[in-house]
């Protein structure tokens, strides 16, 4: 079973505008919205790859219920913790002048210690020896630092491997319970590690540590140079073919969401990072974020250069 955690969910509204003007009314020519989150955005691709997922995390007011409706016309089984705070709107302009988007993100809700209880409960009731679980994005208000641990922590006891895609705070204190696998960006490695620049020597040296933790494969994205990782200690680099991007936003999720589903299939780790790399390149062929089509999937994976370092 596929399962996605998203603690810091939003409504995403995309607003496309002629010219953006700093301190004028804007008028939009269209609006479109969206089930915006991390964990949301990989399991939207888990979907659209073919596999069941469940989604979990927290959901509050009107905004929540507009997402739990949303996710299940996308045939995606909810099963989220409901809190008393607002679920976020978070907003995109784009503008169609020059294509550049300025984004305003609200802060995510405070969430009370039962809420909190009440999902790691959650988690462990879906979590079994056949799970992989995602953990992905932002945490919530009042949320400790170590809360993906706590959750991490409950669905390793129960057999289930764990990728986690966090940052700072976040991702340091996930990593100490020992997930399967991480992923984070070039600049979340470079805070994770203290290293002036990404390199292959610096990551080598990391995954080593990490896997005395539990953590199996470390995975670095590097935006349009693909990915460099060390999957059960052997270094691999995998380069996504060049496309006529629409809209990578996303892209990284999506690529999280083709490793599980890869994975899970029971694919090796290289044919893995190939099609997570090809899922990843799919995604921003698309405007809407989170949505590939699987015909480009397959004519991707072909382009798709794996070679181990």
Same mark, same amino acid.
């Given at each position: 079973? !596929?399962?996605?955690?998203?603690?810091?969910?939003?409504?995403?509204?995309?607003?496309?505008?002629?010219?953006?003007?700093?301190?004028?009314?804007?008028?939009? *020519?269209?609006?479109?919205?969206?089930?915006?989150?991390?964990?949301?955005?990989?399991?939207?691709?888990?979907?659209?790859?073919?596999?069941?997922?469940?989604?979990?995390?927290?959901?509050?007011?009107?905004?929540? @219920?507009?997402?739990?409706?949303?996710? @299940?016309?996308?045939?995606?089984?909810?099963?989220?913790?409901?809190?008393?705070? @607002?679920?976020?709107?978070?907003?995109?302009?784009?503008?169609?002048?020059?294509?550049?988007?300025?984004?305003?993100?609200?802060?995510?809700?405070?969430?009370?210690?039962?809420?909190?209880?009440?999902?790691?409960?959650? *988690?462990?009731?879906?979590?079994?020896?056949?799970?992989?679980?995602?953990?992905?994005?932002? !945490? $919530?208000?009042?949320?400790?630092?170590?809360?993906?641990?706590?959750?991490?922590?409950? &669905?390793?006891?129960?057999?289930?491997?764990?990728?986690?895609?966090?940052?700072?705070?976040?991702?340091?204190?996930?990593?100490?319970?020992?997930?399967?696998?991480?992923?984070?960006?070039?600049?979340?490695?470079?805070?994770?590690?203290?290293?002036?620049?990404?390199?292959?020597?610096?990551?080598?040296?990391?995954?080593?540590? !990490?896997?005395?933790?539990?953590?199996?494969?470390?995975?670095?994205?590097?935006?349009?140079?693909?990915?460099?990782?060390?999957?059960?200690?052997?270094?691999?680099? &995998?380069? $996504? $073919?060049? *496309?006529? &991007? *629409?809209?990578?936003?996303?892209?990284?999720?999506?690529?999280?969401?083709?490793?599980?589903? &890869?994975?899970?299939?029971?694919?090796?780790?290289?044919?893995?990072?190939?099609?997570?790399?090809?899922?990843?390149?799919?995604?921003?062929?698309? @405007?809407?974020?989170?949505?590939?089509?699987?015909?480009?999937?397959?004519?991707?994976?072909?382009?798709?250069?794996?070679?181990?370092?």
């Amino acid at each position: 079973m !596929l399962v996605t955690v998203t603690l810091n969910p939003a409504v995403d509204r995309r607003l496309y505008v002629p010219q953006l003007t700093h301190g004028r009314i804007q008028r939009a *020519v269209s609006a479109h919205a969206s089930a915006g989150g991390k964990g949301l955005n990989v399991a939207r691709v888990i979907r659209q790859l073919g596999e069941d997922v469940v989604a979990t995390g927290f959901l509050g007011g009107w905004n929540g @219920e507009w997402i739990r409706r949303r996710l @299940e016309q996308d045939g995606i089984s909810c099963c989220f913790t409901p809190i008393a705070g @607002e679920t976020r709107i978070c907003l995109n302009m784009i503008d169609q002048s020059d294509g550049s988007s300025t984004e305003v993100l609200e802060p995510g809700p405070e969430v009370t210690e039962d809420e909190m209880a009440a999902l790691l409960d959650r *988690v462990g009731q879906l979590c079994t020896p056949d799970t992989w679980l995602v953990v992905s994005g932002s !945490l $919530p208000g009042q949320c400790p630092p170590d809360y993906y641990g706590q959750l991490i922590g409950i &669905a390793a006891s129960r057999g289930a491997r764990v990728v986690l895609d966090s940052s700072g705070a976040a991702l340091k204190a996930g990593i100490l319970a020992g997930p399967y696998a991480i992923k984070p960006n070039e600049e979340e490695f470079l805070q994770l590690t203290g290293a002036e620049r990404f390199s292959k020597e610096a990551l080598a040296s990391l995954a080593h540590d !990490l896997q005395r933790r539990g953590v199996r494969h470390t995975i670095v994205s590097l935006g349009a140079e693909g990915c460099t990782a060390v999957l059960d200690g052997s270094l691999y680099k &995998a380069m $996504p $073919p060049e *496309v006529k &991007a *629409v809209n990578p936003v996303g892209s990284g999720d999506s690529f999280v969401a083709g490793l599980v589903v &890869a994975w899970q299939r029971g694919a090796s780790d290289s044919d893995a990072l190939r099609f997570a790399s090809a899922v990843g390149a799919a995604n921003a062929l698309s @405007e809407a974020t989170g949505d590939v089509l699987y015909q480009d999937i397959e004519r991707l994976c072909e382009r798709v250069s794996v070679s181990r370092l």
